[in-house]
């Protein structure tokens, strides 16, 4: 048995926590909103958002940073990517050195375009850094549907001492020392399914969707490679994988804020109705800039900022899409 502590108490967080307790761990869960933890006492078979999910009696609910972050042998960051920074500060006078950090949150931070375990690793420089990503809705988890996950470590030890802790029968967990592959990989995928879900909310069809998810992963993994990520990773778990449950699935929010834009709604009626943070959004403009950056063409990501921040019409940005120059599916093809 283990002690784990999940910093965040959202729908992922709680997910998670049912999981660890389920697979025998002590698990506790921190929140600093005192309503939050509250709700969470008085509702353990009626959580919001987690249907059918009972959070047992067994998991610990605290407001306590310091008694969460003590004593732990994993601590998981489970809280929305905007507050990764505000989170990390807090808790790192309470992290021993060489403490295993599970992120499972994703984004890039706008300004310092750090992925999230970039932001964890400035603020608790003394701790073990890992992060846990894949096609893997909270609702789901939490109910117990078979799942499939990768974890990233800098050590093999790390990444199989994680693996060993969260896997069981239905929650299966692979390995990979691709750390940035996996953030980026599940980090942008949020932006290509604001796209995906705007071609939902304009009924384009599936032949559309289909083509905005490949060439997606294709404006993913050229960035990636070029912020030193492996192609492998975006062909698996955290890359393909997570990009097609996000842009298809009923969970997925990013998805859902794109339908509704499709649909006409502007980014502020749609984050309102979503009534939940939005990482495509947050991410948006920072993948924009990324690709500044390391000149690397990613048209999709470039016109989802154009229509959530500059008033574009989504139908236009779809057309605008479709009439580039002519070009060969990839560079590195040719005939002999």
């Not at 006492?41 to 959580?47: A, H, M, Q, T």
């Not at 990517?81 to 309470?94: D, G, H, M, Q, V």
């Not at 990989?185 to 384009?204: F, P």
């Not at 912020?227 to 393909?240: D, P, Q, R, V, Y």
Request: charged share 25%.
């Amino acid at each position: 048995m283990k002690k784990i502590s999940i910093l965040g108490a959202g729908t992922w967080g709680c997910a998670l926590a049912i999981l660890l307790s389920g697979n025998g761990h002590e698990v506790t869960i921190y929140t600093k909103i005192e309503k939050e933890a509250k709700d969470l006492e008085g509702n353990r078979k009626s959580l919001k958002n987690l249907p059918g999910a009972v959070l047992s009696e067994d998991i610990k609910i605290t407001l306590n940073l310091e008694e969460a972050c003590k004593d732990k042998d994993i601590i998981v960051m489970a809280v929305a990517s905007p507050y990764i920074r505000e989170i990390s500060k807090a808790a790192s006078p309470y992290i021993k050195k060489g403490q295993i950090i599970v992120n499972v949150s994703k984004g890039i931070e706008y300004g310092t375009f750090y992925t999230l375990s970039d932001i964890i690793n400035e603020e608790i420089a003394q701790a073990d850094i890992a992060v846990l990503s894949g096609p893997s809705h909270a609702e789901e988890v939490s109910r117990g549907i078979p799942t499939t996950i990768v974890v990233g470590a800098t050590t093999k030890e790390t990444a199989k001492f994680i693996q060993d802790v969260f896997m069981n029968d239905v929650f299966r967990v692979y390995t990979s020392p691709d750390i940035v592959g996996i953030e980026l990989g599940g980090s942008i995928k949020n932006v290509i399914a604001l796209a995906a879900g705007i071609v939902d909310g304009l009924n384009l069809g599936d032949n559309t969707k289909a083509a905005l998810m490949t060439r997606g992963i294709a404006e993913i993994t050229r960035l990636g490679i070029k912020m030193g990520a492996k192609m492998e990773t975006f062909s698996g778990l955290s890359g393909i994988g997570d990009l097609f449950v996000t842009c298809t699935s009923k969970h997925s929010r990013n998805r859902n804020a794109g339908y509704l834009i499709g649909q006409g709604y502007s980014l502020e009626e749609t984050i309102k109705k979503v009534n939940q943070v939005v990482e495509g959004v947050n991410c948006a403009k920072a993948a924009f800039e990324l690709s500044k950056k390391y000149d690397v063409e990613m048209p999709i990501v470039e016109k989802i900022n154009e229509v959530l921040f500059e008033g574009k019409a989504p139908i236009d940005a779809v057309n605008d899409l479709l009439v580039r120059d002519k070009r060969k599916e990839y560079s590195t093809l040719d005939w002999d």
